[in-house]
């Protein structure tokens, strides 16, 4: 019995006996909740694993075990979490800088009539979220977390989707994707804006050249994705130095990928039937090798490089990237203020953000967008429909984390932050899929 690769038009593949193993995993991997079951898996590791009697142990892995990576003079001695949060949370923004890249010039976001609706959602789901934390925080010591509600995390958000199943129409989901992506786009703006404290500028200039490098060389026409990697990897180095947050040269690396592949419809076609029958009629097998190498040079320029680095990123974000920045920051001991802390201003402010402001904001805005005739209803999707989404949409998780790092990074009431986030990502969840459930 063979194995089908699932490409139209491929050959059987005789099924290998590692199949039987990696199988269940590939098909997990396939399902849309997968990012969103792992994240809830180390979310949930890190919290017994903080108020077990081991979370000495948590704390001295990720906050006082320290990494040192460099070359000669210079060198880079972070702990864990700092190397988690800056460098892997970085891959984890190119990523999201693909998918914005690629909305804007081909998806749901490359026209008026498709980014109207989303867009007007995530505005409200941003400036509604930050005005109820800050009239709760206003003149506090707190006030700096204004940023905290305002983000979707976008995993979990899909996740509980798919969990609802057929009982909502595609346009929402579609709707959710592209509300989020701008969502993330507003967040990246607020980091890059509001949660750098100082600048060097000559380290700045630096990365902001390697930036212009990579866009320089997309320019030239250079597909391979190496130069690209290796000039981000050197701005990631540069920004880290310059008091700007180096997750943003993941961003702004995203922006320089080439989006257009070397070659297009009828040239690929020609050149694979091309290279099949020169293999087909080899004298030898280093020839048919060279035309099975040459075949697949073709299927590589037939792909732009956007493209190819997204497919390449996605499983290591979904599977790597964001379960180990959940383990790394959810780990909350409940020894502290405890589910008393949730009624401070902080706490409050967070709970009331996520859980009210955002799916009223969402909700609003969008009515404002109809309502004006600035932009349109998705077909088969209701009111109803927007504001499940808009309670969706009030899980924050890894993005509010990560803000909730940057705004109270070493103090003491980033614990405190990380749990009303939690509370608030988890209420919003259970009640936007209970609402979407018994939409009819």
Wanted: glycine share 12%; charged share 10%.
């Amino acid at each position: 019995m063979s194995q089908s690769t699932g490409v139209v038009g491929s050959a059987p593949r005789p099924r290998r006996p590692i199949d039987t193993i990696i199988r269940p995993f590939q098909e997990f991997e396939r399902r849309e909740a997968s990012g969103g079951i792992l994240l809830l898996v180390a979310t949930t590791v890190a919290l017994i694993w903080a108020n077990s009697p081991f979370a000495d142990t948590y704390t001295t892995l990720f906050t006082k075990t320290y990494l040192t990576l460099g070359v000669g003079p210079i060198q880079l001695d972070k702990p864990l979490i700092l190397w988690i949060n800056d460098g892997l949370m970085a891959i984890f923004f190119l990523l999201v800088g693909l998918e914005i890249k690629r909305e804007v010039l081909v998806g749901e976001l490359s026209s008026v009539e498709k980014a109207s609706l989303p867009i007007f959602a995530a505005i409200g789901g941003m400036v509604v979220p930050a005005a109820v934390f800050t009239v709760l925080n206003w003149g506090g010591e707190t006030i700096d977390g204004w940023g905290i509600p305002m983000a979707t995390d976008i995993a979990f958000a899909i996740g509980i989707l798919a969990l609802v199943g057929s009982r909502v129409p595609v346009a929402l989901k579609v709707f959710l994707v592209a509300f989020a992506i701008v969502d993330d786009l507003g967040a990246i703006a607020v980091i890059a804006l509001f949660y750098t404290e100082q600048i060097i500028l000559p380290a700045l200039g630096l990365g902001l050249a390697g930036i212009a490098l990579a866009a320089l060389i997309s320019r030239l026409g250079v597909r391979s994705l190496w130069p690209y990697l290796i000039l981000g990897a050197l701005a990631w180095v540069a920004f880290l130095m310059s008091g700007v947050h180096a997750t943003v040269a993941g961003v702004l690396l995203a922006v320089t990928i080439p989006h257009r592949a070397w070659m297009l419809g009828a040239g690929v076609e020609e050149g694979g039937r091309s290279i099949l029958d020169v293999a087909h009629h080899a004298a030898n097998e280093d020839k048919r090798q060279a035309a099975f190498n040459a075949l697949a040079d073709l299927g590589r320029d037939a792909q732009a490089p956007l493209t190819r680095l997204e497919h390449a990123l996605h499983p290591f974000v979904t599977w790597v990237v964001m379960p180990v920045f959940a383990l790394a920051n959810a780990g909350v001991s409940f020894t502290g203020g405890g589910i008393g802390a949730i009624s401070d201003p902080l706490g409050l402010g967070i709970l009331l953000g996520l859980f009210v402001g955002k799916p009223l904001g969402i909700v609003a805005f969008s009515w404002l967008g109809i309502r004006t005739g600035l932009a349109t209803m998705p077909q088969s999707v209701t009111m109803k429909h927007i504001f499940g989404a808009g309670l969706l949409g009030g899980i924050g998780f890894t993005m509010s984390i990560f803000v909730a790092s940057l705004a109270f990074g070493g103090s003491v009431l980033l614990d405190e932050a990380k749990l009303a986030i939690l509370l608030a990502s988890l209420v919003s969840g259970v009640c936007g899929w209970l609402l979407l459930r018994s939409v009819k």
